[in-house]
């Protein structure tokens, strides 16, 4: 199973981009899925998430009200719809995807990122 980020790139500060995930299995098969983000010198941080059961969602309190998460199992994808950019978003983005559906048992992918620039 692979992640595939797109939708990286150069944004002015207040602008929006979509962040794409696609999972070259089922996304379904994989029960939380989420986006973090790392800088330069800091360690990776979890920006949001969404569980398959339920869709029950969590963002860090840095991105909230600007960005949306979101999963589309039929298209295997997840999404991160970022508004309102500023740039303190300047990072590069991880899809990350776990299952967790056998007891005992933690399978754990990581897209390759991309790159978000926000220029002011």
């Known amino acids: 199973v692979q992640l595939v980020e797109s939708g990286g790139g150069l944004v002015q500060a207040g602008g929006s981009l979509r962040l794409s995930c696609t999972v070259s299995?089922?996304?379904?098969?994989?029960?939380?899925m989420g986006w973090y983000r790392q800088t330069p010198g800091k360690q990776r941080e979890l920006v949001a998430s969404?569980?398959?059961?339920?869709?029950?969602?969590y963002y860090a309190d840095s991105v909230k009200g600007r960005f949306t998460i979101s999963r589309d199992n039929s298209k295997n994808t997840m999404y991160l719809q970022m508004n309102s950019l500023k740039p303190e978003d300047t990072a590069v983005y991880f899809c990350?995807?776990?299952?967790?559906?056998?007891?005992?048992?933690?399978?754990?992918?990581w897209g390759q990122g991309t790159l978000v620039t926000v220029s002011s």
């Open positions: 990350n995807a776990v299952n967790t559906l056998v007891p005992g048992i933690r399978v754990e992918v």
């Open positions: 299995g089922s996304s379904s098969s994989f029960n939380y």
């Open positions: 969404i569980t398959s059961h339920d869709g029950s969602t």
